[in-house]
C-alpha cells in the first residue's frame, strides 16, 4: 500500500495551511468571492444548491480501512452522517460549512488523504481499474503508474492551468473498467510482441457536451517513457488547445479539428525532441513506487464453506453470481459492495456504513477498499470462505444488493437534487427504474445493463456511454429526460445514439421498460446480452418501441 | 407574480432569504416584492450590500407562486434551495419545516 513519502506530506500540510489563511481572510472580509473562488476550488471546494460541497481525492479509487474511518468520522462530525461516492472514484460531502473545511482538510492529511486535483484546469486525480491488483484477467497493475502520474503531475507548475481540465486513466487489463477511452489521456497496459509490457496510448476522449471516443495514437510505449510522453501530449495540448471557447478547449477538439494523424505527428515530434533524461522514468523508480502495491500475501485457502453456502442458500447464491469477481489467487474473490440498494441513493453510504466497510477490510480483507467508477465499494481481495461471514455483515447493513453489473446496478449524479449546474434531477429517476427492475429474478433474465443518468450536459453520470443512457434536461421549466442507447465505456467504447424526442419524468420509466422489454423479445438468447443485441439490430427496434404508441412527448 | 430572494451564506453556504429583518433560513419568512423590477431594485440596493460586506454569495431574485394556499419557489430550482433535496426529506430546510 502506497504511503506518503515525506516530499508530499509536507506538501500536503503547507496546502492545508495555506488555505485555513485563505479560508480566514475570505470569512473576515479581506478577500472577496472572486478572488477566494480559485483557491477555494484549488482546494475541492465547490458551493452548491443547498451548501458548500467537499470533494476528496481517492487517487486510482485505492482505500484502506483508517481512511476509510476516518471519511466515516469527518460525515459524522462536521457533515451529515453520510459521504457521497462519485463516478470519478472521490467522495463528495454535501454539508461542509467553509469555517470548517480547513479542519476537515486537516483530518483528511492525517491519513494521507487530500482535496487537491479534484478541482481547476489541472490534471486530475487519476483513475486507475477498480480491480486492479486483484482481477483474474490482468497483465499488470495499473496502479504504480497512475500513481507515478500522480506524483509526477500534483506539482508540475507547467501544467497547472491548462486550457481545460485534463483527465487521465490507466487500465492493466484487456477488459477495460477505468474507461479509458473516455479519457483526455488513456494508458492501456499490453503486451507486446517481445514479450514486454508497456502501454497503448489514447488520446482525446471525452464526454460532456461533445462526447468524443479516444483515438488510438501509439500502439506500444515503453514504460520509461510514460512521463515523457505524458508530457509531449500535454505539451502539444497546452500549446495549441483552444483558450477562446470554454466548450471546446477540451483536447478531444483539438483530436477532432486536427485529426488523428496531425496529433500523432505533433505529439511523436514533441517527444522526440525533448530532454528525454530528465523525464525518463528509471526502472529502479517505478520499481520503488510498484513495492507500494505488492500484493498481500495470500495463505491458501480452501473453498468448502462457499460452496456450500452456494447450494444451500439461494440468496448468497444470487449474490454470489453478480458481486464476486474472479481473483487472480485460487481460494479468492474480489467482492463488490453495492451502493446501489432497491429504490435509494447511488453512491451514498452513511458513516455507519463506512465503518462497517472499514471493519471488514481489516478483518477479512487485507486492509484494502477500492471505489469504483460506478459508485460502489470494492473489497479486492477476500478470501472464498470468507464471504459467507462478510455477506452476513453486509447483509444487516443495508450493504448486500445483489446487483453489481445488473440493470439496478445505476449510476447517477446528484443532478437537481444537489448540483448546483443541473438542469434536472437524476436520483429519483434511478431510484423509480430500481424499484421497477428490483435485484431478483426479472434483473438476473436481463443481465448485464448499463443504465447512466446525468442531470446535465456536463456527463457526470456518464449517460454517453451508458447502454441505456439518460440525461435530464429543461423544457419550458419543466424536467424531461433524453435517452441513448449504444453507449459503451469499455474496451469497444462507443458513444450512445439519441432514440429521439425526450420524455417527461411521469413517462421516462416507462420508456426504459418498453427497451428493456423489446431487448427481451430481440435477443437471441440470454447469452446476448443488451449491448451485443442493440449493435446487431440497431436503433430501429428500440425506436418503434420507444414511440409506436405516441408516448415521447414532442419537447 | 411576486417575488423573493435567495442567497447562500458565506460562512455555511446555506440558503437564506432576504426579509425585513435581514437574512432569514425560510422562504416563508422572506419578504414578498410585488414584481420583478422591486425584487431588482432590492438585489441591487439591499443584497449587494450585503454581499459587499461579506455576509453572503450569490443573491438572486425569483419568481414565486402560490400552490394549495402556500407561497413556493416558481421554479423546481430555487423550490428544492427552499426545500432541500427532494430524495432526503429528513435534511435541509423540509426537515425542521415538517
Ligand atoms: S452532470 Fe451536471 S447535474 Fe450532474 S453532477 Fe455533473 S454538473 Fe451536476
Redesign the interface.
Known amino acids: 500500500m502506497y504511503r506518503y513519502d515525506e516530499f508530499d506530506a509536507g506538501f500536503v500540510a503547507d496546502r492545508v495551511a495555506a488555505f485555513r489563511e485563505q479560508v480566514g481572510r475570505r470569512l473576515s472580509g479581506e478577500m472577496t468571492e472572486e478572488q477566494f473562488r480559485p483557491h477555494r476550488l484549488m482546494n475541492g471546494l465547490y458551493l452548491q444548491l443547498h451548501a458548500y460541497m467537499l470533494r476528496v481525492a481517492i487517487p486510482y479509487g485505492t482505500l484502506n480501512s483508517r481512511q476509510m474511518r476516518k471519511l466515516a468520522h469527518i460525515a459524522r462530525r462536521y457533515d451529515k452522517g453520510y459521504g457521497h461516492f462519485t463516478t470519478r472514484q472521490n467522495l463528495q460531502y454535501n454539508w461542509p460549512t467553509l469555517a470548517d473545511t480547513p479542519a476537515i482538510l486537516d483530518e483528511l492529511a492525517s491519513v494521507e488523504m487530500h482535496a487537491i486535483q479534484t478541482s481547476g484546469n489541472c490534471i486530475r486525480n487519476v483513475t486507475a481499474d477498480h480491480f486492479a491488483g486483484a482481477a483474474g484477467d490482468e497483465i499488470e497493475d495499473p496502479r504504480p503508474y497512475a500513481e507515478i502520474l500522480r506524483q509526477w503531475s500534483s506539482i508540475h507548475p507547467e501544467f497547472s492551468f491548462l486550457p481545460r481540465k485534463f483527465k487521465i486513466a490507466v487500465t492493466g487489463a484487456p477488459k477495460d473498467r477505468a474507461a479509458v477511452q473516455t479519457h483526455d489521456i488513456g494508458y492501456q497496459i499490453v503486451r507486446n510482441e517481445a514479450g514486454e509490457t508497456g502501454f497503448a496510448v489514447y488520446v482525446g476522449g471525452g464526454q460532456g457536451r461533445t462526447p468524443m471516443v479516444a483515438v488510438k495514437i501509439r500502439e506500444f510505449l515503453a514504460k520509461e517513457d510514460l512521463l515523457a510522453y505524458t508530457q509531449a501530449i500535454v505539451r502539444v495540448y497546452n500549446l495549441e488547445g483552444r483558450r477562446d471557447n470554454k466548450y471546446k478547449a477540451r483536447i478531444k477538439i483539438l483530436v477532432h479539428e486536427k485529426g488523428l494523424e496531425w496529433m500523432t505527428q505533433s505529439v511523436e515530434a514533441e517527444f522526440a525532441a525533448a530532454a528525454r533524461e530528465f523525464i525518463e522514468l528509471p526502472s529502479a523508480e517505478i520499481e520503488r513506487i510498484k513495492a507500494y502495491f505488492a500484493p498481500p500475501t495470500f495463505a491458501a485457502r480452501g473453498t468448502d464453506g462457499y460452496k456450500a453456502r452456494r447450494q444451500t442458500d439461494p440468496r448468497f447464491a444470487a449474490f454470489a453470481a453478480t458481486n464476486i469477481m474472479a481473483h487472480r489467487q485460487p481460494g479468492y474473490g474480489s467482492l463488490t459492495i453495492s451502493l446501489k440498494p432497491i429504490g435509494g441513493i447511488p453512491g451514498d453510504a452513511s458513516a455507519e456504513q463506512m465503518d462497517v466497510v472499514a471493519e471488514l477490510a481489516e478483518r477479512y480483507g487485507h486492509d484494502e477498499i477500492r471505489v469504483s467508477h460506478e459508485q460502489n465499494l470494492i473489497l479486492p481481495h477476500v478470501a472464498l470462505d470468507d464471504v459467507p461471514t462478510v455477506y452476513d455483515v453486509l447483509r444487516v447493513n443495508g450493504l448486500a444488493t445483489a446487483n453489481a453489473g445488473l440493470i439496478s446496478d445505476i449510476i447517477a449524479c446528484p443532478g437537481l437534487d444537489y448540483c448546483s449546474l443541473a438542469t434536472a434531477r437524476s436520483i429519483p429517476v434511478a431510484q423509480r427504474i430500481s424499484e421497477r427492475f428490483g435485484e431478483g429474478e426479472r434483473a438476473r433474465e436481463i443481465g448485464e445493463l448499463k443504465i447512466k443518468i446525468s442531470g446535465c450536459i456536463n456527463a457526470c453520470g456518464h449517460h454517453h456511454v451508458g447502454h441505456i443512457g439518460i440525461l435530464g434536461l429543461e423544457r419550458k421549466g419543466v424536467e424531461t429526460y433524453q435517452i441513448t442507447l449504444g453507449g459503451s465505456g469499455d474496451e469497444t467504447c462507443s458513444v450512445g445514439t439519441i432514440t429521439g424526442p425526450g420524455f417527461l419524468s411521469e413517462e421516462v420509466v416507462d420508456a426504459i421498460e418498453r427497451v428493456v422489454d423489446r431487448y427481451l423479445a430481440v435477443r437471441t438468447s440470454k447469452d446476448e446480452d443488451f449491448l451485443t443485441a442493440y449493435r446487431r439490430v440497431g436503433m430501429a427496434p428500440f425506436k418503434d418501441a420507444l414511440y409506436e404508441t405516441n408516448r415521447g412527448a414532442d419537447i | 407574480m411576486s417575488y423573493a430572494i435567495s442567497a ?1 451564506r ?6 437564506v432569504f432576504l426579509s425585513p429583518a435581514g437574512w432569514v433560513e425560510h422562504l416563508a419568512d422572506a419578504e414578498r416584492f410585488p414584481d420583478k423590477a422591486a425584487a431588482e431594485a432590492a438585489l441591487e440596493a439591499r443584497a449587494r450590500a450585503d ?1 459587499k ?2 455576509l453572503l ?2 443573491p438572486t431574485a425569483f419568481e414565486l407562486r402560490e400552490a394549495g394556499g402556500r407561497i413556493e419557489a ?4 430555487e423550490a ?2 427552499a426545500n ?5 426529506p429528513d ?2 430546510k423540509q426537515a425542521v419545516a415538517n
Open positions: 447562500n458565506l460562512r455555511d453556504g446555506v440558503v454581499e460586506r461579506n454569495v450569490d416558481a421554479h423546481i430550482r428544492i434551495r432541500g433535496p427532494t430524495v432526503r435534511l435541509g
